[in-house]
């Protein structure tokens, strides 16, 4: 179960390896959209349930969505309910307290939730409640672990580690910018989240004005420099998106700072960028990260979360601080500067990302999660 209707490949693609694996799926998706129309296409069994709002208003309806829920488990009787995201944790845990069936298994795929106090107290007040904490990263399960999750193990979210080419040249991409051969190039791929959340006011959680801050910086050591920001708002108004664009006009950068847009031919972004950037306060292991190893690039991201778990310090990229635009700075121009350092960097972390987030490794480690947890219950020694 998670709550996004869009997106979600993560979801899709640990989903659709366990069915292929012989177990029976259904998924639970909060409407339609994307998410629900590719696992119908999969030919896996999809249910709506509209749990999504927090709002006092939104409650009659999230109440009766968790009703259904409730349903939908007591008819499937399922050996397993698996939660994804938040809000999916939570209402699985409320259906436990109602129906109590099944081993229940919470998958922690972000921690900004725990910047908002209302939110962390609903968190950690049901936790109990999840017979297993699987951390999307080792510095999640880690950070549960500290809140007293009953069990926790690691799964990191893999995904299709072959269908990224390193040999994919980047001149379409290139030349849409009229950029000369040998330009040096910077990339950041990601969604731009507005928020509420206090702690994220004045840069967001993917660190979007970070970057924007470091790019005078970044120019002085590497005048030629050009740099694109590439997605766009996920859900909002175009609002936050914006106030990005205005803070680059401000700084005078707009010449070397380009907003692309939603891209859906990320394999030429890609090939097109000499280093990729990650500067998020908060994050897991970040797929744009490790799509952007395995393509072999140069990898610059913040010391958080599950980035170290992603990029190695010194070996498969750099790690600078949070929220430090100076040092995101100059470990850009680190490895703008020296192409054969990122070259070695970026073919040894593909070779690790290809052993790590291999989805066929994540679906084989949460199958082995259910197991042992299932016959531990069992009071069986697997």
């Given at each position: ?5 869009n ?112 939110l ?34 690691v ?40 928020t ?74 890609l ?88 989805i ?6 949460v ?7 299932l ?8």
């Amino acid at each position: 179960m998670t709550t996004t209707p869009n997106g979600g490949s993560w979801f899709f693609d640990q989903v659709v390896g366990l069915a292929h694996r012989g177990h029976h799926v259904r998924a639970v998706v909060p409407g339609e959209g994307s998410l629900a129309t590719r696992l119908r296409a999969a030919d896996i069994p999809t249910e709506i349930v509209p749990l999504c709002g927090w709002r006092p208003r939104q409650l009659p309806r999230v109440a009766a969505a968790e009703l259904r829920l409730v349903r939908l488990i007591r008819d499937f009787r399922p050996d397993v309910v698996h939660a994804h995201l938040l809000k999916a944790n939570v209402a699985c845990r409320i259906a436990r307290l109602v129906g109590g069936r099944g081993l229940h298994i919470n998958q922690v795929t972000g921690i900004s939730h725990l910047h908002s106090p209302i939110l962390r107290r609903i968190d950690l007040a049901t936790l109990s409640r999840a017979d297993v904490l699987i951390g999307s990263c080792t510095a999640f399960a880690e950070r549960y672990r500290g809140f007293g999750a009953r069990r926790v193990a690691v799964s990191h979210y893999g995904c299709d580690v072959h269908r990224l080419d390193p040999a994919t040249p980047g001149d379409a991409f290139r030349g849409e910018f009229g950029l000369a051969p040998g330009t040096p190039t910077v990339g950041m791929v990601a969604h731009m989240y507005p928020t509420r959340i206090r702690a994220f006011q004045d840069i967001g959680v993917k660190g979007h004005e970070v970057l924007i801050d470091a790019v005078q910086g970044l120019l002085a050591r590497v005048p030629a420099a050009h740099v694109f920001v590439v997605g766009d708002e996920f859900v909002g108004t175009g609002d936050y998106r914006r106030s990005l664009e205005e803070r680059a006009a401000r700084l005078g950068i707009t010449d070397r700072l380009h907003f692309t847009g939603h891209r859906d031919d990320i394999q030429n972004v890609l090939a097109a960028m000499d280093v990729l950037v990650n500067p998020s306060l908060e994050e897991s292991a970040c797929y744009a990260m490790i799509e952007a190893l395995l393509m072999e690039k140069g990898a610059v991201a913040s010391n958080v979360g599950g980035l170290p778990d992603t990029v190695q310090h010194g070996e498969t990229g750099l790690l600078v601080p949070p929220g430090d635009a100076p040092a995101l700075a100059n470990a850009i121009a680190d490895l703008l500067t020296d192409p054969e350092r990122r070259r070695q960097m970026g073919r040894l972390g593909r070779l690790r990302c290809l052993e790590r987030f291999d989805i066929a490794r994540t679906v084989a480690d949460v199958e082995e999660v259910y197991r042992t947890a299932l016959a531990e219950r069992a009071g069986v020694r697997w």
